[in-house]
């Protein structure tokens, strides 16, 4: 039994099977491999695009879902192992992930980082707390990673560009109010550099750096390809060249619990925003965000209503890639 939990645990050829059957799906909407199968969707956190596309997706493929927010319409769940259940999770997740697989044949979980404790975040212990006890595959539906956002942004490329061999990835931090998930830029970093591109990470300065263990990882994969990671603070030197950019704000992992001072310091850099002189220094490149995305903040009005804006295309393969994961995983 193989889960969908992070883009890491597949090989690209594996990752291309997936895409490659998406774009079957989208000209071949409806399908019946679902069909008398049963999909538990858990959501921790709130969604729109995530909710609709797997709701839609599960319908047009003959199943049946069941969607769960745990605290609000199902029990609050405990994760800690040996731990008295004494407040107010009412119910452990090695009950609940054997429960729900004896019900669902999937079961996909929507879990964002705490920014408490950057140990926790990046264990990820409530997906695979999950994958742990369950006796049924288990999807990432965004934790510390989107896997199911990076096929959806690189199906969207391949359908622009084609081969992305060798094209130039730009993934730019961008202004945001307050700081969010790094969920997507570590993914962005992680599949990019999967499928052959190369790399630049722009951010303000070493506060916004992300991770480690996924700045590794897509340096290993550029690395195997014989391709290029750099990091930069220089905006100009940053968009020069590039044939995708990819904007994204994510908070500081020095500053948790430290929300305002974190906040002295990015509202210095509100200029990283995406707009049309700095998609000048491209190479007419292609410019997508995962959404929600704050118009005149994180991008301009022009940049988004461009023609080398691809992010509701991107949007709408989200519904066209996750059902070619479940596809492949109730096999």
């Known amino acids: 039994m193989k889960h969908f939990l992070s ?76 731990t008295v259940m004494d407040k107010e999770n009412e119910e452990h997740i090695i009950e609940v992930a054997q429960v729900l697989s004896e019900y ?67 993934l730019t931090w961008t202004y945001h109010p307050k700081p969010l998930n790094t969920a997507v830029a570590n993914s962005s970093l992680l599949i990019a550099s999967k499928f052959g591109m190369n790399i630049k990470m722009l951010c303000p300065n070493n506060e916004y750096l992300l991770h480690d263990s996924f700045i590794g990882s897509a340096k290993n994969n550029c690395s195997q390809n014989n391709k290029d990671f750099e990091i930069t603070h220089d905006i100009e030197y940053g968009y020069k060249g590039a044939d995708i950019v990819y904007a994204k704000s994510w908070g500081s992992i020095n500053y948790f619990n430290k929300v305002d001072q974190e906040k002295e310091i990015r509202d210095q850099y509100k200029h990283f925003i995406v707009d049309e002189k700095k998609m000048s220094y491209t190479n007419n490149a292609l410019f997508s965000h995962c959404l929600p995305l704050r118009r005149n903040i994180k991008a301009t009005d022009a940049v988004m209503d461009s023609e080398n804006c691809v992010a509701i295309k991107e949007a709408a393969n989200r519904i066209h890639v996750q059902k070619s994961i479940m596809t492949n995983l109730i096999k």
């Open 104 to 170: 669902c044949d999937l079961i996909a979980v929507r879990s964002f980082p705490k920014f408490k404790d950057i140990n926790d975040d990046i264990s990820d212990y409530v997906i695979n707390s999950f994958a742990k006890y369950s006796k049924v595959p288990v999807i990432n539906m965004e934790t510390i990673t989107h896997p199911c956002q990076e096929l959806a942004h690189i199906l969207t490329l391949q359908e622009e560009l084609g081969s992305l061999e060798g094209k130039n990835y730009l």
């Open 7 to 82: 883009t890491v645990d597949w090989t690209k050829e594996e990752l291309q099977d997936i895409l490659d059957y998406s774009k079957y799906l989208k000209t071949n909407r409806f399908q019946d491999s679902l069909k008398n199968k049963s999909v538990g969707l858990v959501f921790f956190n709130p969604s729109m695009r995530t909710k609709t596309s797997f709701e839609l997706g599960v319908q047009e493929l003959g199943g049946c879902v069941v969607v769960l927010n745990p605290g609000k319409d199902a029990w609050p769940i405990e994760f800690k192992l040996n």
